[in-house]
């Protein structure tokens, strides 16, 4: 963290990178961001109605921006991270900039090697880090784009519990050697 601290201090944007794996903030982000709370002053302030820390001298106020992918179909299981991370935000004085969002990311790496058409998304997710270099901001097609539905998620279901039982079959015939 000493060799963290002061990168973290003058950075303009910060980019938080983490799967969603059970409804939240996976515990090595969670932890990254409790031993950040050093970038803040130990008093408190009433800021917005709520008590927040003082930032200390010399801190940017960074802007955060969210990169995450989940195995489940539906967008809404980012909620409870994205809700999480922006709370963060105001308590450090940062920008929340946005979140470059992935559901069902499985079924994107699996038409990626079929050579199915989802090359819109992996350039639309480098649109968004051109967007959050250039404007501090990603745009609302942008991320759209990155989130958007790859197939129906009876299809998805399917293929996923299809790809299950094969697994277990073949533990279960290593089991029997």
Not at 131 to 141: F, G, H, P, T, V
Not at 152 to 161: C, F, H
Request: glycine share 6%; with cysteine.
């Amino acid at each position: 963290m000493r060799v963290l601290y002061p990168k973290l201090r003058e950075a303009d944007v910060l980019v938080f990178a983490a799967p969603v794996f059970v409804d939240g903030m996976p515990w090595t982000m969670k932890t990254l961001i409790d031993r950040m709370v050093a970038l803040l002053r130990p008093h408190i302030e009433i800021r917005d109605g709520h008590c927040r820390h003082l930032v200390r001298k010399g801190h940017k106020h960074s802007k955060v921006a969210l990169v995450s992918s989940c195995g489940f179909w539906e967008m809404d299981n980012f909620a409870p991270l994205v809700m999480h991370l922006q709370a963060i935000c105001k308590n450090a004085c940062w920008k929340y900039a946005g979140a470059l969002l992935r559901p069902h990311s499985g079924a994107l790496w699996y038409m990626l090697r079929k050579g199915m058409p989802v090359h819109d998304v992996v350039g639309a997710a480098k649109e968004a880090g051109r967007e959050l270099a250039i404007d501090s901001k990603m745009s609302d097609q942008t991320l759209k784009t990155v989130g958007r539905e790859l197939c129906s998620l009876e299809t998805y279901v399917e293929k996923l519990d299809h790809d299950f039982k094969k697994a277990l079959n073949r533990l279960k015939e290593c089991d029997e050697l």
